[in-house]
């Protein structure tokens, strides 16, 4: 009888054991997901940063407008995928509404995605007004998917 008890405390304490090693690799997981779609927007805002400082600076790389718009364009084809996975907790400042309205939020990444590629092809004719124009229009896409889908910096997990 004593014998069986131990058998089962043992059979009990591994079983806790491999739960706790799928919980800590699901949490593993999760975090390299947050990670690699937190890579893909940080890309995004590097891009938008360095035409925002090219434009308000006058620096002489206009041209090179055209080769961030298009870096911008490409990465938003990976922003559905970067997505997929449902992870709303821990280091991440996705909205669980991402996953509730997806088509709404993959119809936002394809807007930017085009709001890009306008933005490469009006930086090839070197206009600055009608660049600073579609700037602009690039930005209110990014806008109109952080505000329904992106935590504000108030609520961010940066900030708790």
């Known amino acids: 009888m004593v014998r069986r008890r131990l058998h089962l405390w043992q059979v009990a304490l591994v079983v806790i054991g491999l739960s706790l090693v ?12 947050v990670q690699y779609r937190q890579n893909v927007m ?6 938008m940063g360095a035409i ?6 006058k620096l002489p790389y206009t041209s090179d407008i055209v ?7 490409m990465t938003s084809t990976v922003i559905e995928g970067a997505f997929k996975k449902e992870v709303t907790e821990g280091k991440t400042d996705a909205k669980p509404e991402i996953w509730k309205e997806w088509d709404k939020f993959v119809a936002a990444a394809k ?5 890009s590629g306008k ?6 004719t070197g206009d600055m007004e009608a660049i600073g124009a579609q700037v602009k229009a690039l930005g209110k ?3 109109d998917c952080h505000k329904p889908f992106k935590k504000p910096k108030e609520e961010s997990y940066k900030r708790q």
Do not use: S, W
């Open 52 to 57: 925002g400082a090219i434009m308000k600076n």
């Open 119 to 124: 933005l490469a092809e009006v930086a090839r």
């Open 67 to 73: 080769a961030h718009a298009q870096a911008m364009q």
């Open 111 to 115: 807007a930017m995605g085009d709001e």
């Open 42 to 47: 940080q890309a995004n805002g590097g891009h």
């Open 22 to 33: 799928v919980t800590g690799t699901q949490a593993q997981d999760d975090e390299a997901y």
């Open 141 to 143: 896409a990014c806008g």
